[in-house]
């Protein structure tokens, strides 16, 4: 796998979960708001890292990280990335993957082949073609189509998982956020993230104002009638 980041120890990218986290180069998405935008538009730039050091340092402490999440970036674009996670099985870790949603394919194969233990698989906008294309800056009728797959495959699975949405305010407003919720009725879990204007992408969203934790709580009270188990999390 082509891998452009590594963090050894990390107690915030799964839940209640010691891990290593890895980032992947490469995205099918445009989002104006990625805080990772290096390793989309320039992962020249970034070092990489060999799978040999990632997984010699899973082994040799595997007494104490519980397993790896794989993000992005988007991973699914790697090739190799069903063979890696298949190496940390082996080791006999977990294994996380961050995901758009756009590849439901490998998603599928993950899961049918016990190689994914969660997902954490990212809602961008409501599940409209121009509602989609305005946030992931990307006019491709085919990836809304492979979201909508991707969904159907995390709620009819019996892995763990969870939806998160990025709340930016000017591109989610109570109403889109009630309707994303509808759409993911039922499901296990749906986070919603507190966006964090200073390393945007897009220049303009630097200077977007930052939610209050009253105002994160306020939306995740509207939306527990679909979703029960709702929550945000975010500075």
């Not at 990772?36 to 007494?63: C, G, R």
């Amino acid at each position: 796998m082509d891998i452009r980041g590594f963090i050894r120890t990390s107690l915030v990218d799964w839940d209640g979960e010691v891990v290593s986290t890895i980032f992947a180069p490469g995205c099918n998405f445009d989002c104006g708001f990625c805080y990772n935008h290096a390793l989309v538009h320039h992962p020249e730039t970034l070092k990489q890292i060999s799978e040999e050091t990632v997984l010699d340092y899973l082994k040799n402490n595997s007494d104490f990280v519980d397993g790896i999440c794989i993000s992005g970036g988007e991973a699914t674009l790697q090739k190799d990335l069903y063979a890696f996670c298949r190496k940390v099985k082996e080791i006999g870790l977990k294994v996380k993957l961050d995901t758009n949603g756009s590849n439901p394919a490998i998603l599928k194969k993950l899961i049918k082949d016990k190689l994914v233990d969660y997902v954490a698989m990212d809602v961008k906008a409501p599940l409209s073609a121009e509602e989609y294309e305005k946030v992931i800056g990307v006019k491709n009728n085919y990836l809304l189509d492979n979201v909508k797959e991707s969904i159907r495959t995390l709620l009819n699975s019996d892995v763990d998982y969870e939806f998160r949405t990025t709340v930016v305010p000017t591109l989610h407003t109570e109403a889109k956020i009630k309707e994303m919720a509808r759409s993911l009725a039922g499901c296990k879990k749906y986070v919603l993230q507190k966006f964090q204007p200073e390393n945007a992408y897009d220049e303009k969203l630097r200077k977007e104002r930052i939610q209050s934790d009253e105002e994160m709580g306020g939306l995740v009270k509207i939306i527990k009638k679909d979703v029960p188990n709702a929550r945000w999390r975010g500075k």
